[in-house]
Each structure stands twice: as C-alpha cells, then as structure tokens.
C-alpha cells in the first residue's frame, strides 16, 4: 500500500519554531486527538481544509507555510 | 477482540455442520448454537472492550501516556471518518449476505441454511470491518 496522501507538511518544524510546542499541545488547541495530530505530521491522514486552516491558524502562519502539495503531483493529476 | 467472532463461527460451524452430515437438516437443532453464538460474540466485545480500557488504564498509570484516551478522549474527525470507512466495507458483506438469503428463500432452502448465511455474511462483515479499520489507523487514511 502506497502513502495515502501526497500532502507534505511542516507541523513538525513549525511545532519546534514555536516553543517547542507538543503534539498534545497542538492536539488540545485544534480540538483533536494527539493520535490525530502524529497521523498528520507523518503523512498518514490529510486533515479537512478546516482543520488544516485551524492548525495553520495555531501557528500564525499561511496554510501554504503548513501544507505543501508537491508540483509534480499536481501535473501527474 | 476482534478474534471472538471468527472463534465463535468455527465452534458454530464445526457444531452445526457436523449435525448436518450426519441427519436431515429437517431435524438439525440449530436455533440454540446460533443464539449461543450471537450471545458468545456480543459477551465476548463486551468482555474485552472492558479488559482493554482496563489495561490502558494500568498502562497510561504506569507510564503516564494516552490518558486523554480513556479519561473521555472524544473520538474526534478521524476517528469518525475511519469508524465510517469500515463500516462502509463491511456492509458490503452484509448485503451479500441479504442477497444470498433471499437467493435460497427462492430456491426454497431450508432455514437453517437462510439463518447460517445471514450469520456468516454478518461475521465476515465485521471481521472485515474491523481489519479496514485497524489498517486504517496504522497504514493511513
């Protein structure tokens, strides 16, 4: 089974950019579970647009600064 | 847990089909097995539902993680999303299941034969279900 989601993201160095913020942490501020928040960060869930606007949000950063949708995807799309 | 069902079938098949062999159908007891294999599998998730939140709580005092689990975690969007997902396949077999009871309803089979591929179309449902849930969470979704 290949990888269920060609979304990247930058949770991980966007949780360390900001206090060294835990996933548990992330988990309570977007109203998921931790479980959730490491099936993100490791590719293995593609949150809801909502969602990934409420993690970009926790961050204060764009949604593209969060999720990264790499260009010979889209092509391939 | 999700091993009850499949233990539960092989001691329901093995009984039934061996009295099948050696009678008429006709006079084949089968209505109490299969009750007492409905009531082993509904007992048996209840048993183990309790004996897993009962080890995650030894484990999450032990080791302090995946409190948030058993302290009224809600189950959140994924949880939801994946709950969906098995659900999803596993009315595939339950359909199958319908389908091929009305098929021996119309062939005029016996009830035995109407009840036990109702039965058996529901446990692979959920044994199936379950194993898309269960890869669900750890491959991806």
């Not at chain 1, 977007?30 to 909502?50: D, F, K, M, N, W």
Request: glycine share 10%; aromatic share 6%.
């Amino acid at each position: 089974m290949g990888k269920p989601t060609h979304v990247t993201n930058s949770i991980r160095q966007l949780r360390f950019a900001n206090g060294e913020m835990t996933q548990a942490d992330l988990a309570k501020r977007v109203g998921v579970t931790r479980q959730t928040i490491i099936a993100i960060e490791q590719g293995r869930y593609s949150p809801s647009l909502e969602m990934a606007f409420q993690i970009a949000r926790v961050f204060g950063v764009p949604l593209d600064d969060v999720f990264q949708y790499p260009e010979s995807e889209e092509k391939q799309a | 847990m999700l091993a009850v069902i499949p233990i539960a079938m092989v001691v329901y098949l093995s009984v039934v089909l061996s009295r099948v062999a050696s009678m008429p159908v006709e006079d084949v007891s089968w209505v109490v097995p299969l009750l007492w294999t409905i009531g082993s599998i509904i007992g048996g998730i209840i048993v183990g539902v309790i004996a897993i939140t009962i080890g995650m709580a030894i484990r999450a005092e032990i080791t302090g993680e995946g409190k948030e689990d058993i302290e009224g975690g809600p189950a959140d969007v994924r949880d939801k999303e994946i709950e969906r997902h098995g659900e999803a396949r596993s009315q595939h077999f339950t359909s199958l299941g319908a389908i091929a009871a009305i098929v021996l309803a119309m062939c005029g089979a016996h009830q035995f034969w109407i009840a036990s591929a109702l039965l058996l179309a529901g446990a692979l449902g959920a044994v199936y279900g379950g194993i898309v849930r269960i890869l669900a969470y750890r491959r991806g979704f």
